[in-house]
């Protein structure tokens, strides 16, 4: 009865023995095999006769030669390596025949020639080696022939020297997961040392509750054993560190860092706050920090907008939004050089669309598609998220926690420190460790000096310094300027930038619902009124779902004037004055005015008005000596500080009717007369006077 027998695999390089002939393998078919033929060049010889042939063998399969691993072999001490490399050249005589050393056309020494197989060669060898005062089986042979064949030169090497040793010693494995779960625990509580942490091992390893594996009680190590062991698993974590960079390291990413591919300007925008590591002069003698809320393109690391604030609200966000799709006008001091007309910008092209950018200095102006911010009160808010509509751009908040999902505007506010900051009077460094001796003593800048100097190191430096995002695929080593990039991704993509016009600013401020009364409108016991509110007093908006007030807009860091929609008109906006501008001329926010407000909680308004410019006028002045006035009249510290914030902040957005309303414009304040004393005038009684009347 015959046996199914399955014919054996063949390959070019292999050789067999057909027709009393040792032949090599130079061709294989589906059907036939050519052979090496001492007669003729070669032979074709079909699959089905070659394998029925009788005496027909595959005495020799090439094995493939492995790379040697000269890394690994760095390792090894130099006589490991050198008793490896004789070995190898044993075994290479046992696998082809021949020595690695020997010349073309050198004929195999008896017992490794043709027809002798890989084990009798290794018999051959292991007798030489005895021969030669080695004592080596033929079964150490084969076991060196199989390890070659497998890691290479690396194979054959002594591993005693280099053998790899436990990652934590002898430690019981149940004290490394029970030290891991301790420092796990430390990660969002406050900063403890070491000692905290081998004592709260010991207290995971004796809860009643713990899985014991194989029910042994674990083997409790030597305390510097236990310091060396949580050497190794804190690591980088910072658990005895700082919390902050724990909780950063801690909460990241576990996936390798993505890359968002961006081919446009606009297409993704990234915004973000945080304190500006510098003090600034905020008014006489008045020294405090400012926020820093910027926004950078990604596609062109473009600096879009930096605005500078004592304190970040929603409205500064807004705010930023509408500069960044605003030109940057060139401003008196500016050099000629940094006009958009003398940059790369495809200017000429750009002009056609708006001629603002005739004077405009060399900043694109970029629309955004897509915002992507954290969840701080300011961007979540709901004033900037309906900016976003307004502007119809894609809101899109990261994860918390995640601050690396904006990785872009984290290491633009960082560059700003670096490259921007640190050169100017009164750096405080990034933390208390790195701040000098009294630099709020320094020549420091006021805000609106130091904002004009960051919009035009923006121009100047930021917008011409090379990227190293921004390199040339084909030539990496080339490096492209932000500016050089917009240009490009224009000509690619032919990106066309659309402006806001001087009604888009008022849109982007914060909205209040109000009535229009004859007096005007009252906003936080203010009261504006201009003469075109004349249509609208006493009258309903239309509005029902506001119950028929009117849409009042108002910058909170410019009191003197409110936007009103005119809702039975063209939906335009009107301007309307406070009333008592003429007592405080200088723009000043909710900041002071809730600053007095609490102080004469029951004041009227008028008080109120002028309280507020009485302390701006203290605080202007600065502290006056103590020889010629009494402790009671000095401004205290809190109200020069109050006043100055309020300073620093400048109006943010343009005024449809910049000059005010003329019978407000004429007015003038009184001449002081010089006073004896103070009279506090006492009211007459009147009875026909209405008691519920409201003044």
Same mark, same amino acid.
């Given at each position: 009865m ?14 067999v ?15 036939a ?29 090439p ?10 072999l760095e ?6 390596v ?5 070995v190898?050249?044993?075994?290479l005589?046992?696998?082809h ?86 420092i ?57 560190g ?8 801690a ?16 297409e ?16 006489n ?15 062109t ?12 609200k ?5 705010v ?28 000429r ?76 009077p ?34 100047a ?23 050089q ?5 224009v000509e ?24 229009v009364n ?12 201009s ?10 908006s ?6 028929g ?24 906006w009107v ?12 723009p ?12 004469? +909680?029951?004041?009227? #308004? /008028?008080? $109120? *008005? !002028?309280?507020?410019?009485?302390? &701006? ?5 600065? %502290?006056?000596p103590?020889a ?10 809190n ?29 003038? +304040?009184?001449?002081? #007369? /010089?006073? $004896? *004393? !103070?009279?506090?005038?006492?009211? &007459? ?5 209405? %008691?519920w009347?409201r003044?």
């Amino acid at each position: 009865m015959g046996r199914l027998r399955r014919p054996p695999a063949l390959g070019v390089g292999e050789r067999v023995r057909f027709d009393g002939q040792v032949r090599g393998v130079l061709q294989v078919t589906a059907q036939a095999v050519v052979l090496e033929d001492a007669e003729e060049s070669h032979r074709v010889v079909a699959l089905i006769d070659l394998f029925e042939a009788d005496g027909f063998e595959v005495l020799f399969r090439p094995e493939r030669m492995p790379l040697p691993a000269s890394g690994l072999l760095e390792t090894f001490p130099p006589e490991a390596v050198k008793q490896a490399l004789r070995v190898e050249s044993h075994i290479l005589e046992v696998i082809h025949g021949l020595p690695p050393d020997a010349e073309p056309g050198t004929a195999p020494r008896p017992g490794y020639g043709p027809g002798t197989s890989v084990t009798s060669r290794q018999r051959q060898k292991a007798t030489e080696l005895n021969e030669a005062g080695y004592t080596v089986a033929a079964k150490t042979i084969g076991n060196w022939r199989r390890r070659y064949a497998t890691d290479g030169l690396v194979g054959l090497a002594d591993h005693r020297p280099v053998r790899k040793r436990p990652e934590y010693g002898t430690v019981d494995p149940a004290v490394v997961d029970a030290m891991r779960q301790a420092i796990k625990e430390a990660v969002d509580t406050s900063t403890r040392n070491g000692a905290y942490l081998i004592w709260r091992t010991g207290e995971i390893l004796r809860q009643p509750d713990r899985e014991e594996g194989d029910g042994r009680e674990p083997a409790w190590p030597s305390r510097p054993t236990l310091y060396r062991l949580l050497a190794k698993l804190t690591t980088g974590t910072h658990t005895t560190g700082s919390a902050v960079t724990r909780r950063s390291k801690a909460h990241g990413a576990a996936a390798p860092f993505g890359e968002l591919t961006v081919s446009a300007p606009g297409e993704v925008v990234q915004i973000d706050s945080t304190p500006l590591d510098a003090m600034v002069r905020l008014d006489n003698g008045v020294v405090g920090k400012v926020e820093l809320t910027a926004m950078i393109d990604v596609a062109t690391r473009t600096l879009s907008a930096a605005v500078l604030r004592p304190s970040t609200k929603s409205v500064d966000a807004s705010v930023l939004l509408a500069r960044t799709v605003t030109p940057e006008l060139m401003r008196p001091g500016w050099v000629d050089a940094l006009k958009m007309s003398r940059s790369v910008l495809p200017h000429r092209r750009l002009l056609s669309l708006d001629e603002r950018l005739e004077h405009a200095a060399a900043k694109p102006v970029i629309v955004p598609e897509a915002i992507v911010c954290d969840h701080g009160k300011v961007f979540i808010s709901q004033n900037f998220r309906a900016s976003c509509r307004f502007l119809e751009i894609d809101f899109q908040p990261t994860h918390k926690g995640a601050p690396f999902e904006k990785g872009h505007i984290e290491k633009m506010l960082g560059s700003i420190a670096t490259l921007f900051t640190q050169f100017l009077p009164g750096y405080t460094g990034r933390n208390t460790d790195h701040r000098g001796r009294s630099p709020e003593q320094e020549n420091l800048w006021s805000l609106p000096e130091l904002q004009d100097l960051l919009d035009e190191w923006i121009v100047a430096h930021w917008q011409n310094r090379p990227h190293e995002g921004l390199r040339d695929p084909d030539h990496p080593g080339r490096l492209f300027t932000p500016n050089q990039k917009y240009a490009a991704l224009v000509e690619s993509c032919g990106y066309v930038p659309v402006a806001l016009s001087g009604q888009d600013y008022i849109e982007l401020l914060p909205a209040a619902w109000r009535a229009v009364n004859a007096y005007g409108i009252r906003i936080n016991n203010r009261t504006y009124d201009s003469p075109e509110l004349g249509p609208m007093r006493r009258q309903g908006s239309g509005v029902t779902a506001k119950r028929g007030l009117w849409e009042v807009h108002r910058d909170p860091y410019d009191a003197s004037r409110v936007w009103v929609r005119d809702h039975r008109g063209d939906g335009g906006w009107v301007q309307a004055t406070w009333k008592y501008l003429n007592r405080s001329p200088v723009p000043f926010g909710d900041l002071a005015w809730d600053h007095i407000s609490h102080q004469l +909680p029951k004041a009227t #308004e /008028e008080e $109120l *008005a !002028e309280a507020v410019a009485a302390l &701006l006028t203290r605080a202007h002045a600065g %502290p006056v000596p103590a020889a010629k006035s009494s402790k009671k009249d000095k401004p205290s510290k809190n109200d020069r500080r109050i006043a100055a914030r309020t300073r620093a902040t400048a109006p943010t957005a343009p005024p449809l009717q910049p000059e005010p309303p003329e019978e407000l414009a004429s007015e003038g +304040p009184a001449e002081d #007369e /010089e006073t $004896l *004393a !103070e009279v506090i005038p006492l009211g &007459l009684f009147d009875p026909l006077e209405d %008691p519920w009347r409201r003044s």
